[in-house]
């Protein structure tokens, strides 16, 4: 049984953006420059974006953290992330979520500017995604699909299994297995029989938000799992989607919680900066 | 057996696009228009567009054809499409596909105004349609959702099977089952073993473009099947992807070929077309 860790992989992103982050620094004479929005005191939201940040600053790039309080208005938000999108020295935006309930997230996912936007959640650059031409991947799927190169586990002709359906995650989760010519079983809340479908996955991804819900049962021997979810436990012990220990009795690969996929993400979102810099000086 | 018949669908819905129309035209003193351009001289594509039109001239619609020759310059084919979008008076427009071989489709993609593009080809609207708020469905998976809500055949719960994955009907077919709340399984030509997930599907969606090549080993007992496919055999009959009398002893309901899907594309253009005009009065 392989572990699948996330950080070799993260690193080896890492070291290309940080080339990638240096060449553009020397040719432009300014760094890549990510801003990230928070609005209100969500303590997770607060300790992701200072990871985000520290990251960015270790990369050389510039960093920009935009702390609104949780009374600010949608229309005062906006018009900030308006400013950063007309802001000729800004690469890359980001909302960090959750964000307080008098934000409409269908109208939010329109304010950040495409070429701008790291996290890919645009509907433009959804559907190129979806359509199979993207420019920006979200960070974690594309965390997945990474990882899995990294490790040699080729999607190409396999039948892979997805469970949840988010937007962030299950959805363009789908998406990149389909166009990497694997066959996806893609499971919800409301399938019958999951364990009859799971079991036929050679890779399965379980992105439900559901603590340590996946047992051996749903697992075909030999597979490869990744576990997209993050829970504390009773104890207070990080854990996933997946019983860890059990299912490693039977996967040829699985991914940890903590330092499978999460680690992943990060890298992800600073190679999605690089690239958002890069291709706004080609326009 | 059920037969599922596309026209009394069509019929149910081009009565309310009727209805839509004549109150549209009453309220703004002009009908809602469609303009239809085509380039070169494709057969087919000459019978689809008037096929179109013959049918928003019975709705009452405006339709315009403008035609171009097939040495016409993806330039000037763009300037056409320009003038379309800023044309007040036309509400829908689309490109008669296929185009000749120097467009480039992953540009054409984009010329059409987001809220004229009633064939849903834009990535706006693919992305609208990926995160769950579409505007305008893509006329044939639109369509097979609507037969099946006709014919009472609930996706809830149920596991879909959809063979093929083109941007026009593959891909955002699947979009439409998950947000229906169907288990879907995703198949493309590299899948292994086709017919042993096939068999487990409750709603058979055949969009392969493989003449009669689903036969009804590849089909549960009960299952309803759906036929995309369009094709000429070699008597000059048209036929489906899926062997009729075949699969018919075994499926609880099937669409035929010709006269179940097809029928459906038309209707759902117009109700597009009817929607885009309503649509853009009210912004």
């Given at each position: 049984m392989?572990?699948?860790?996330?950080?070799?992989?993260?690193?080896?992103?890492?070291a290309k953006v940080l080339k990638r982050t240096q060449n553009f620094t020397q040719k432009w004479n300014r760094p890549p420059q990510l801003a990230v929005v928070i609005v209100g005191e969500d303590p997770a939201s607060i300790l992701y974006t200072r990871k985000k940040e520290q990251k960015a600053k270790e990369l050389g790039m510039d960093h920009r953290t935009i702390a609104l309080p949780a009374t600010a208005s949608p229309a005062f938000v906006y018009s900030v992330i308006q400013e950063l999108n007309?802001?000729?020295?800004?690469?890359?935006?980001?909302?960090?979520?959750?964000?307080?309930?008098?934000?409409?997230?269908?109208?939010?996912?329109?304010?950040?500017?495409?070429?701008?936007?790291?996290?890919?959640?645009?509907?433009?650059?959804a559907g190129k995604l979806f359509l199979g031409f993207p420019i920006f991947l979200p960070c974690?799927?594309?965390?997945?699909?990474?990882?899995?190169?990294?490790?040699?586990?080729?999607?190409?002709?396999k039948i892979a299994c997805v469970i949840g359906r988010?937007?962030?995650?299950?959805?363009?989760?789908?998406?990149?297995?389909?166009?990497?010519?694997?066959t996806v079983i893609h499971c919800n809340s409301k399938t019958p029989q999951l364990s009859k479908l799971t079991q036929q996955a050679d890779i399965l991804i379980v992105a439900a938000g559901k603590m340590e819900f996946i047992?051996?049962?749903?697992?075909?021997k030999g597979a490869t799992v990744i576990d997209v979810g993050?829970?504390?436990?009773?104890?207070?012990?990080?854990?996933?989607?997946?019983?860890?220990?059990?299912?490693a009795t039977k996967a040829s690969a699985i991914t940890p919680v903590p330092g499978?996929?999460?680690?992943?993400?990060?890298?992800?979102?600073?190679?999605?900066?690089?690239?958002?810099?890069e291709l706004r000086k080609k326009i």
């Open positions: 392989i572990k699948l860790l996330g950080k070799p992989v993260a690193d080896s992103i890492l007309q802001d000729r020295d800004v690469d890359g935006i980001l909302i960090q979520r959750p964000l307080p309930r008098s934000f409409f997230e269908g109208e939010v996912l329109f304010w950040i500017s495409p070429e701008k936007d790291v996290d890919a959640f645009h509907p433009l650059n974690t799927p594309s965390g997945v699909m990474t990882l899995l190169e990294y490790y040699q586990i080729s999607p190409r002709g988010s937007s962030i995650v299950g959805k363009p989760m789908v998406a990149l297995l389909t166009q990497a010519d694997a047992n051996k049962d749903y697992v075909q993050i829970h504390r436990d009773s104890k207070g012990k990080i854990v996933g989607d997946v019983l860890f220990e059990d299912v499978g996929i999460g680690v992943m993400t990060i890298a992800l979102l600073m190679q999605n900066t690089i690239t958002a810099a």
